[in-house]
């Protein structure tokens, strides 16, 4: 059984650095997507970053532009964990924030960032950015 499981949100000033967490279970990392999705009420879902491995077993990520340069994904195999450090945070980047997952068909390039249909879906974190 597919479980996602965030923590790391809470409220920080414009500037600041959060990192978020999101422990797996029942899949292998290696066999699917992972997504980060963003959501302020009242707005649709907003993908942000994706994870995936590829053919070299080496794992890659992708980012919208908003967020490219301050945001960085990093994964613990060990731990089964993805993490999504986010830094130079600014009010826009308020939200609950969503890890996702899907298994990713065979020779799927890449992962697109902007997705937000995963299979899977976390229970969310709150990020507020404010001063």
């Known amino acids: 059984q597919v479980q996602l499981v965030e923590s790391g949100g809470g409220s920080v000033q414009p500037g600041e650095f959060l990192t978020l967490s999101c422990g797996t279970s029942?899949?292998?990392?290696?066999?699917?997507?992972i997504g980060w999705i963003r959501q302020v009420t009242g707005k649709e879902r907003e993908g942000v970053a994706c994870t995936y491995t590829s053919d070299d077993l080496a794992y890659y990520a992708d980012f919208i532009d908003s967020v490219k340069g301050r945001f960085t994904v990093f994964r613990d195999d060990a731990k089964k964990t993805v993490s999504l450090h986010m830094t130079t945070l600014n009010p826009e980047d308020t939200g609950v924030y969503y890890c996702?997952?899907?298994?990713?068909?065979?020779?799927?390039?890449?992962?697109?960032?902007?997705?937000?249909?995963?299979?899977?879906w976390g229970q969310g974190t709150q990020v507020t950015v404010s001063s």
């Open positions: 996702t997952a899907i298994r990713r068909p065979s020779r799927e390039l890449g992962c697109n960032p902007t997705r937000v249909d995963y299979d899977y």
């Open positions: 029942g899949f292998s990392l290696d066999d699917y997507t």
